[in-house]
């Protein structure tokens, strides 16, 4: 029996899907849908494309799931913003994207969406706090904290074409 692995792909609009093969070498996936919610799923150790359990968790309810597997991962000093009403992701900048090649005041995503722009990870390199005078390219990650709704503003904004 191998090592468990694990990858993640990006699935534009709706999340990412985070895939685990076990040392057993059975398949789950969770897709975390940018609504917060998530949908686990089990697949026959026969036949690994057949699904044998699809479940739609609330933020809620996956965050009780998270509690029960790992109850200790909790820490009085981490900041869950969650418990805040805050979400953070990471929102790609397309390449074809209108914001390629200018500066990240010009955005005006603070003033326009509430949200804070905290980092920004450019190839294998990682940017944080960049500055309005930052200069954004097509393939960055930025990675923003808000509200729900303030996220998906924010996202459609760097979409823009």
Known sequence: MGAARMSS????????RYD?????????????????SRTLSAYG??????????VRL???????????LMPAHHSPSLLSTTELGLVAERIGLPATSYWNGRVLGETRMRTETGVSIVAVLRRAE????????????GG?????????EGVEAAA??????
């Open 58 to 68: 609330s933020a809620g309810e996956a965050e009780a799931l998270i509690d029960a």
């Open 20 to 36: 685990l093969t076990t040392r057993e070498q059975r398949h789950l996936s969770v897709v975390a849908h940018r609504d917060g």
């Open 9 to 16: 792909t990006p699935l534009p609009g709706i999340g990412v």
């Open 140 to 148: 960055d990650t930025l990675i923003v904290i808000g509200t729900r």
């Open 45 to 54: 150790q026969d036949d690994p494309d057949a699904c044998a359990l699809s």
């Open 156 to 161: 459609g904004i760097l979409g823009r074409e």
């Open 126 to 137: 990682a940017i944080p706090s960049p500055g309005p005078d930052f200069r954004l390219a």
